[in-house]
């Protein structure tokens, strides 16, 4: 499967004329490409600008992030948050979390950020939170157990954020488990009466999901 389903040279211009991340973020990936195993798991410029600009939209006061890596994405959806904002973020690598502080601790948006080890299911099951923005990213195996669990903790007007949600392509010709799981993710969202979505054919597929007022 190609690494960029859309054409490398269109994927360079979108990129192109979309707004830089702040110098701290390109400093994050410089660093995860230097320092970590499989960098290319950060989403990058265009998902990260996306989840800026939601998050601006919606002013989250309470948020969710399943699989946040080295900090990327989460440092993007804090930057849109207000200043008393709370965004909590699920991850299993303790030297990601570590990484990720680190530069946490630099941000002037670190503070709203919790970040909890452990795996992603078992910590939402503990969490009391009236969410109004998550952004799932992490083991696709769960994709369809984290979008309902999700849902069920999601304010009405809230959105939800799904990542890889084309799978480079294999949601057209599922043949593993995984491929399986993605496509009756996908499936189950669009014919959830419950919320309006729209699929974006954005880098590896994003698909944005409202819950009904
Ligand atoms: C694709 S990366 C996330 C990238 C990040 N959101 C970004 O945009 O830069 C997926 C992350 O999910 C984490 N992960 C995998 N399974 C998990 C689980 N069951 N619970 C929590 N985190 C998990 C991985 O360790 C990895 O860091």
């Known amino acids: 499967m190609p690494e ?3 054409d490398e040279a269109i994927e360079d211009y979108a990129y192109l004329q979309t707004s830089a991340e702040p110098p701290l973020l390109q400093e994050l990936i410089d660093q995860t490409n230097l320092n970590m195993g499989w960098p290319q798991k950060l989403s990058g410029r265009l998902v990260g600008r996306t989840l800026k600009l939601l998050s601006a939209m919606v002013r989250p006061k309470q948020a969710l992030e ?3 890596f080295t900090g990327y ?3 993007s ?5 207000p200043d008393d904002g709370r965004l909590v973020c699920c991850e299993t690598n303790p030297r990601a ?10 941000s002037e948006h670190g503070h709203k950020i919790e970040v909890i080890f452990g795996r992603a299911l078992e910590t939402i099951e503990k969490l009391d939170m009236a969410l109004d923005f998550t952004f799932i990213d992490a083991d696709k195996r769960n994709y369809l157990n984290y979008y309902e669990r999700v849902k069920e903790m999601t304010r009405p007007g809230g959105l939800i ?4 949600v084309l799978w480079s392509g294999k949601v057209l010709q ?3 488990e995984i491929d399986d799981i993605l496509v009756e993710t996908n499936r189950r969202i669009a ?3 419950d919320v309006e979505n729209v699929f974006l054919t954005l880098r590896d597929g994003l698909n944005v999901v409202r819950k009904k007022d």
């Open 4 to 6: 960029f389903l859309v």
């Open 174 to 176: 599922p043949e593993s």
């Open 161 to 164: 954020v799904l990542d890889n």
């Open 73 to 75: 994405s989460a440092l």
């Open 97 to 106: 979390i570590e990484f990720a502080q680190g530069f946490f601790d630099r």
């Open 77 to 81: 959806i804090a930057e849109g948050m």
């Open 66 to 68: 399943i699989g946040m």
């Open 191 to 193: 014919a959830d009466p």
